[in-house]
């Protein structure tokens, strides 16, 4: 079974980091684009970040570049999200995607990754 799960989330002070990790079972990561998402109270989803299949990263938001980058660890079948300078409009529920079936040269629109874990929130607060 295919299945992504979130951990790391947390409450945090304005200017705090965080590291988010993305555990994928059922499938390796290896060779597989995934992207990290996020959703904030009233708000649509919104693609984050993302690294393609040939590890190129994609920022899908302005607002995280310098601040925010994606990683893996193939050996640990993780991928990673470290947040710096976080801020209180980072606040959301965090969630990891891919489409493990499909070779991604560079990453595409967030949106056409169909399987979801099931998020990890992220509250940027004093």
């Known amino acids: 079974q295919v299945q992504l799960v979130e951990s790391g989330g947390g409450l945090v002070q304005p200017g705090g980091s965080l590291r988010l990790s993305c555990a994928a079972s059922?499938?390796?990561?290896?060779?597989?684009?995934i992207a990290w998402l996020r959703q904030a109270p009233g708000k649509e989803r919104e693609g984050v970040l993302c690294?393609?299949?040939?590890?190129?990263?994609?920022y899908y938001a302005d607002s995280v570049k310098d601040r925010f980058t994606i990683s893996r660890d193939n050996a640990k079948n993780t991928v990673y999200l470290q947040m710096n300078s976080l801020n209180p409009e980072d606040t959301a529920v965090y969630y990891c995607a891919t489409d493990p079936r499909v070779y991604y040269r560079d990453c595409p629109e967030f949106y056409e990754f169909d399987i979801w874990g099931q998020g990890t929130q992220v509250t940027v607060s004093s």
């Open positions: 690294i393609s299949s040939e590890e190129r990263s994609v």
């Open positions: 059922g499938f390796t990561l290896d060779n597989t684009a």
